[in-house]
């Protein structure tokens, strides 16, 4: 983010309470000193400066302030009479009112009216009188101005008399015309889409104020402070933050700190659907200001969801900032404070793409009369501003979105250590993805057949079954980084002698070894994911790993099925099988590349938990039977997808890679959908539904009448199949302690492993035997006998058991 100009920097950080740096105002130029005195929000900030610092400030700026202060006060006494004037118009009309900011913020915000510019007089109504107040105030010459942009919904269009007046660039000009805006709401909940419905206790505990020699109503000062702060809210939400605003707010704020009674009431009297609110402003004038706050206040800012403190580390001078940089970040901040899905998709929707953009002519806007125009020369304006705001809108659109991930993922309270493990995933999986793409193919290429890739293939699961302990125990013993450090460095080793060395026998000896080598990456990337996340984040986080894994398969099939052609291109000389060679060694290349990130990596140290590898845990009694009943059902199927569709309904080979890609896709994007799933229906719960509807898709594809509609039947299968993944590997990583999470992990992939070698053999057989419909249709009872013992076996909670358990995992209905 652009950093703010220096003298404007120079100016917030002498007004700073606490370590602040008044002389720093020395280091500001003449030049610059004319520009604050010209910027009319900045203008506001002089007075403080000069009535605190003026030792730090040239002289004819105090001259020029001190003049500024004079013609201030004859404003304010203007606004006296004007107010007395307003009120008995608007009390003779049989409506009640109070005063909003302006002088109503003496005491405690300002040191008096007199040194603070106001250039409106803001009043509340009740809304069923509103407007009798407008025709009141009719009745003495007011009339409407316009919008320059389509206004908030708390109050009427603001109301001006027409004068003489013209602008002659002083802020401070006492005969500066007034401008009254007649509020009906306190908070503009239409258009944030957050905060509370109504404050009707706000009105009716209003207090009577006095003030040189005027009476008036106002809020107590406990529900001032609250209205006040949502007010600066309000602006932070329309990314217009007024400093002066968050100036004073920070002012009463650190002036209030102490008054231990003030704090207990406003914590009795703001209940929780105001109080956040609150404490978003109180923190950007904590942070702006350096100000003190209360215990109370200070607990209120610590309790701050995690959204919201997320947007504050990334985006917390971004408002500043836009003043001289426009940004959009504060719309993350609305989206943080709101609870609704279809609450944020509207907010998110209108501050991306404003409905309306156009400028109005306004003959009284911030205290500067508008020159009448010509019709042509509005016309002229109107086209320039809406090509300007069209602009601007179009070309911050792509910083927003990708400022706007950045925050998202911030939410996550994903750790910097789990982007590094995902780093290392990228590598070994991208790479891998290449390897076997291509491996069978040159071997082919080097005359083998098919039966000896099926034997390597049988090799490799052994292999895998074989080294499920084994992998735990070393895991175990020297901790997960040495773990994954042998397997991204042993592995690219075994893989690259494969593609080197000939000979069946040396071939499957390596095919054994390659798959006891990748079974530690198995076993390992559920502890590694639990250890770099925390219990609320680890859903989140196993999802981002699962739909990766499936991108990164479609990135790394284009990629090797054009890696050998590549090669080819720059060595004509090479043959089909050497450049598929060559394309091997590079896949291995790319799995070593792991290392790197895999060696950054901290876990926590394996002589600080007990080792286990056989958990004695009674979930996991519960736990792996209903996983291997799953894991039966499908590796029925999925190992013979092409053949089903092949031999069964005839389809071409380009057709089955076709199908097979988009039933990527549908697993991506099930896997990204799974969260929503869970926190809808819990853990069990979900994982249930979930192999409910893949048993119903394996029964719909033992009937499917077409290849085309088994296709579509497909896609919904594999989705829902892998839906589950992320909603099961964190019910077990949340249901075993630290100290077992190898050990639980090894044994749920070793009872995988075994029960789909069982059920690839009985499935082919049967297959062979009986045909396609029936074995599936056998294949789809299993799948939901695995879905009714899920249930049976993990889903006898209470309901606050239940209710915990979904917190844990992470999926909980956000706070509204």
């Not at 929780?272 to 215990?295: G, H, N, T, W, Y």
């Not at 070793?750 to 057989?765: D, E, F, K, M, R």
Request: hydrophobic share 45%; glycine share 6%; with cysteine.
């Amino acid at each position: 983010m652009p950093e703010i100009p220096a003298h404007i920097a120079a100016v917030l950080s002498a007004l700073q309470f606490t370590d602040a740096h008044p002389e720093k105002l020395r280091g500001v130029s003449e030049a610059q000193w004319k520009d604050l005195l010209s910027r009319w929000d900045m203008d506001r900030f002089t007075i403080p400066l000069r009535r605190t610092r003026a030792e730090f400030i040239p002289d004819w700026v105090c001259a020029q302030i001190d003049r500024n202060i004079e013609g201030n006060a004859g404003r304010f006494e203007r606004i006296k009479k004007e107010y007395s004037t307003l009120a008995s118009a608007i009390t003779a009309a049989g409506v009640e009112h109070l005063v909003l900011k302006g002088f109503a913020h003496w005491p405690g915000y300002v040191e008096h009216p007199r040194l603070r510019l106001q250039s409106d007089i803001d009043l509340y109504c009740p809304p069923d009188s509103v407007e009798r107040a407008r025709e009141a105030l009719f009745g003495l010459g007011y009339e409407t101005a316009d919008w320059i942009e389509p206004g908030p919904s708390d109050h009427l269009p603001p109301l001006v008399r027409k004068t003489d007046w013209k602008w002659r660039g002083d802020f401070f000009d006492p005969e500066i015309p007034f401008g009254v805006e007649l509020h009906f709401h306190l908070w503009d909940q239409k258009s944030y889409h957050v905060g509370p419905d109504h404050l009707d206790e706000f009105w009716s505990r209003r207090v009577q104020r006095s003030l040189d020699q005027i009476n008036f109503t106002a809020l107590h000062p406990v529900d001032n402070l609250g209205y006040f702060a949502m007010h600066v809210l309000r602006d932070l939400l329309r990314g217009r933050l007024r400093m002066h605003n968050l100036f004073e707010l920070a002012t009463f704020l650190n002036n209030s700190a102490g008054d231990e009674d003030f704090w207990r009431t406003w914590n009795s009297w703001h209940d929780d659907s105001i109080r956040p609110l609150q404490a978003v402003s109180m923190r950007m004038a904590k942070e702006s200001f350096s100000c003190s706050l209360s215990a109370p206040a200070g607990e209120s800012v610590a309790a701050l969801s995690a959204p919201v403190k997320a947007w504050f580390e990334r985006f917390g001078a971004s408002p500043l900032a836009g003043e001289f940089h426009p940004n959009k970040d504060l719309v993350w901040l609305n989206m943080a404070l709101i609870g609704s899905a279809r609450d944020r998709r509207t907010v998110l929707f209108e501050r991306l793409f404003p409905p309306r953009v156009t400028p109005v002519e306004a003959p009284y806007v911030h205290g500067h009369a508008q020159q009448k125009q010509s019709a042509l020369r509005r016309r002229v304006n109107h086209v320039r501003y809406l090509a300007s705001r069209a602009t601007y809108h179009t070309t911050s659109l792509p910083v927003t979105l990708w400022r706007g991930a950045k925050w998202w993922l911030a939410t996550k309270e994903i750790s910097s250590g789990f982007w590094t493990f995902f780093t290392a995933s990228f590598f070994y999986v991208f790479g891998m993805y290449i390897f076997f793409l291509l491996y069978n193919l040159y071997l082919l290429d080097r005359g083998y057949k098919e039966n000896v890739l099926g034997w390597m293939t049988s090799a490799a699961s052994i292999g895998s079954i074989a080294g499920t302990i084994p992998a735990g125990l070393f895991a175990q013993r020297f901790g997960l980084r040495k773990a994954l450090m042998l397997c991204v460095t042993g592995a690219p080793l075994i893989f690259a002698l494969r593609a080197l060395i000939d000979g069946e026998a040396m071939l499957l000896a390596l095919s054994f070894l390659a798959g006891a080598l990748l079974t530690i990456w198995a076993v390992c990337i559920s502890p590694a994911v639990a250890q770099l996340t925390s219990a609320k984040s680890r859903p989140f986080g196993f999802s981002v790993m699962f739909s990766s894994g499936i991108a990164i398969g479609v990135l790394g099939g284009q990629a090797g099925g054009r890696l050998p052609g590549w090669i080819g291109h720059l060595n004509p000389a090479l043959g089909a099988a050497q450049t598929k060679q060559w394309a091997l060694l590079i896949a291995c290349g790319i799995v070593l590349l792991a290392a790197w990130p895999v060696a950054r990596l901290r876990f926590e140290s394996a002589a600080e938990t007990e080792r286990k590898i056989y958990p004695r845990n009674p979930f996991l009694l519960k736990f792996l039977p209903a996983i291997a009943l799953w894991s039966l059902a499908v590796g029925s199927f999925s190992p013979f997808f092409n053949t089903y569709f092949s031999q069964h309904l005839h389809m071409p080979l380009g057709e089955i890679g076709t199908v097979f890609s988009f039933s990527q896709f549908s697993q991506l994007l099930a896997i990204v959908s799974a969260p929503l799933v869970f926190r809808r229906f819990g853990l069990v719960t979900g994982i249930m539904y979930t192999q409910v509807a893949t048993a119903i898709g394996l029964a719909c594809l033992a009937a499917a009448p077409s290849a085309s509609v088994a296709a579509g039947i497909f896609m919904c299968f594999t989705a829902f199949q892998w839906m589950n993944e992320p909603g099961m590997y964190s019910l077990l990583m949340n249901n075993v302690d630290p100290s077992e999470q190898t050990g639980a992990s090894a044994l749920n992939f070793l009872v995988i492993n075994i029960s789909q070698a069982i059920s690839a053999v009985a499935a082919g057989a049967a297959f062979a035997r009986f045909g396609y419909p029936i074995t599936l249709a056998a294949t789809a009872a299993v799948a939901f006998a695995a879905a009714c013992a899920f249930r049976v076996l993990l889903g006898k909670k209470s309901e606050s058991a239940k209710r915990a358990e979904v917190q844990r995992a992470g999926y909980a209905e956000p706070a509204r």
